[in-house]
């Protein structure tokens, strides 16, 4: 039942031979190295300047054509808006503004403020600081820097040995201008 054919090549099976790789052929050309990146025109350059077929085919291509606007900057973007922030805040910085220090500067205002004898020399830190002398009065009656009193706390633990613990005291400054009274 069928062709005789078909039952020779099932009860003899052909042996396969794997493909073999083609070998380069010694006559293929070798890959020109990558040419280095120079200020004038190299000799390949040149040769391409010259084929006739590959200035057709530039031509035929036509100038480039690149929109005017470049790329759309989009206005909405929040990285814009904080670096405008951030510049508007660096020039606010560079002009000095009456009453507004930062807090490392408030809390030496206030240990200054502390040793001043007259009100003379009062004013001259506020000047100095920028701070006007009505708002360091107000501002004194609620806020000061610290100060360490004479007593010495007992130490916590044996482990803790990194020195004296001092007891921290609100101290009024000796001063105290146009009849505010502390």
Not at 62 to 83: C, E, W, Y
Not at 103 to 119: C, G, Y
Request: glycine share 6%; proline share 9%.
């Amino acid at each position: 039942m069928g062709s005789a054919a078909s039952k020779i090549s099932k009860a003899k099976p052909t042996p396969r031979v794997p493909p073999t790789p083609a070998m380069p052929s010694a006559r293929a050309p070798k890959p020109d190295p990558i040419p280095e990146v120079s200020e004038g025109k190299s000799e390949g350059i040149v040769k391409d300047g010259q084929d006739p077929t590959f200035l057709k085919n530039l031509s035929a291509l036509g100038q480039v054509h690149v929109p005017h606007n470049g790329f759309a900057i989009r206005t909405d973007n929040s990285m814009l808006k904080i670096l405008e922030r951030r510049k508007a805040t660096e020039e606010a910085a560079e002009t000095p503004t009456l009453n507004r220090v930062g807090a490392r500067t408030l809390s030496n205002l206030l240990d200054e403020r502390k040793s001043a004898k007259t009100a003379q020399e009062v004013e001259e830190l506020c000047e100095m600081y920028g701070v006007s002398v009505e708002a360091l009065n107000e501002l004194g009656k609620h806020v000061n820097a610290p100060s360490v009193s004479k007593i010495t706390l007992p130490a916590k633990s044996v482990e803790e040995d990194d020195g004296e613990t001092h007891l921290a005291i609100w101290v009024d400054p000796p001063v105290v201008q146009e009849g505010i009274s502390a």
